[in-house]
């Protein structure tokens, strides 16, 4: 794997050797640093000739700069200071990471004007963001060609990135619960990412269970467990696969003991061929990602254990191959939910949400959470409403669908609140059964959403995030690269702080 940049924290002062990147505010310039790794004064004279502003995002390379043991000088904008949140300290850590590729050893001088730049908080970010963006799946790759000295696979050396800031003791605490935030989104981006081959349930039950060493309680039932507990609707969809399903389940007991939990479901079909409803053949290898919401929920129980987050947390998985086999599931068949509730089987590619039927159901009937909310890359149809940009957000509770909206604005994995209602919901009566599981061409969604509401109790808060726009090829953006980008980690750790920790 590329290797993570190693980071630490530092008093300000101006560095010797290697690069050094400044950020520089749009018309407030440079405070102090200027002077001190460009004394020769190449830097301005460099901003004259490009017409460097300090705009947000935007860099100035001086490479071997006159009078200074530098290998390069950088100048990053910052823009205006003002408007600096912290998805834009993110957004520059990612600029200053995609600049930073080949450095061996980087200082990042914080010498913003005015108090913003003493907060602790955005040389935090920074950091985090430097390794949002410094992520690279190449686990499978045996000759990286970027980098001269590793063509017969040996990795090189990560690069060592100082932040030299005003505090340095409050950014190091304040980047400890940041880094247990971005290793989940690593955990989600790697599972989403991986093939097929490598990754079935059974593996991916695997993977969970490693997380027991950061404290987590990790059950894993089996199918004949699940068999036992009556979920039909699940291991229907597994049935045409030689590879078992299974059931994860992680609690986090960092809240007030005996309180109801937050709990939160995630679809993992680790591969979707359609089943008998068989998907066309272009573009099928990315549905070795139709597991996304699995791994942001898999991603979220790993950031609240490594930060030890002050709250009763659930997270549920319900892991299965979706494959066309003798034995598979057909279009026509009726399934028994855990639930008791019949479901006439239309379209065997409609699979996400007959393993969240039974999870969802798992989850309120043994757990009674405060809330459930769960993840699933679950239709295109969300797609083709929202684009690549926004998830769809459905909920019966308005207090749990704002609070989620505010928590995708501040970390930019933004939600976008679709309609529920009785109309949508006839469109799912069957002839044949309580429910079949397709609504017809229209609203797809949407009569997804009104189907997974048949299973979560009358009186439990839900939410239903489809995110099948959002967890995997979606745009590339400043701090991330990846085809799998882990959307949803950083979503729900940010509800979990403002709303469910003490």
Known sequence: MTPTPSISFAKFSVPAKGNAYLLSAEKDGFGQAVAGVDPAGVLERAFGIADFSG???????????????????????????????????????????ASATKAKDASVLLD???????????????????????????????????????KSG?????????????????AKKAFAGLKAVVDGVVLARDLVNEPANMLGPVEFAARIKELESLGLQVEVLTEKEMKKA????????????????????????GGRKGGKPLAVVGKGVTFDTGGNSMKSASGMED??????????????????ASRKAKANVVGIVGLVENSVDGNAQRPGDIVTSMSGQTIEILNTDAEGRLILADALWYCCERFQPSAVIDLAT?????????????????ANDDDLANHLTQAGLATRER????????????????????????????????????????????????????IAGTAMAAPSNDVNHSWGTGFGVRLLDRLVRDHYEK
């Open 378 to 394: 679950l239709t295109g149809a969300i797609m083709v409403a929202l684009g690549q940009h926004h998830a769809g957000l459905f």
């Open 112 to 150: 913003l004007p005015g108090e913003v730049a003493a907060d602790p908080a955005c040389a935090a970010n920074i950091a985090a963001g430097i390794l949002l963006r410094a992520y690279a799946f190449d686990k499978y790759k045996t000759r990286k060609s970027d980098n001269g000295d590793d």
């Open 154 to 170: 040996v990795v090189s050396k990560p690069a060592r990135i100082t932040i030299m800031c005003a505090n340095p003791t409050g």
């Open 230 to 253: 009556g979920m039909g609707a699940l291991l229907g969809v597994a049935q045409g696969s030689p590879r078992g399903a299974r059931l994860a389940v992680m609690r986090w007991e």
């Open 287 to 304: 549905m070795k990602g139709d597991m996304g919401g699995a791994a942001a929920v898999a991603g979220l129980m790993c950031a609240l």
């Open 415 to 466: 939600l976008w609140r679709m309609p529920l209602g009785l109309e949508y919901d006839k469109l799912l009566e069957s002839r044949n059964a309580d429910m079949k599981n397709i609504g017809g061409r229209y609203g797809g969604a949407i009569t997804a959403a009104q189907f997974l509401q048949r299973f979560v109790t009358d009186d439990t808060p839900w939410a239903h995030l489809d």
């Open 55 to 97: 705009k947000f995002g935007a860099t100035l390379e001086v490479i071997a700069p006159q009078g200074s043991g530098l290998d390069k000088l950088v100048a990053v904008g910052a823009g205006k200071s003002a408007e600096l949140d912290e998805y834009a300290w993110l957004r520059l850590g990612g600029v200053i990471a």
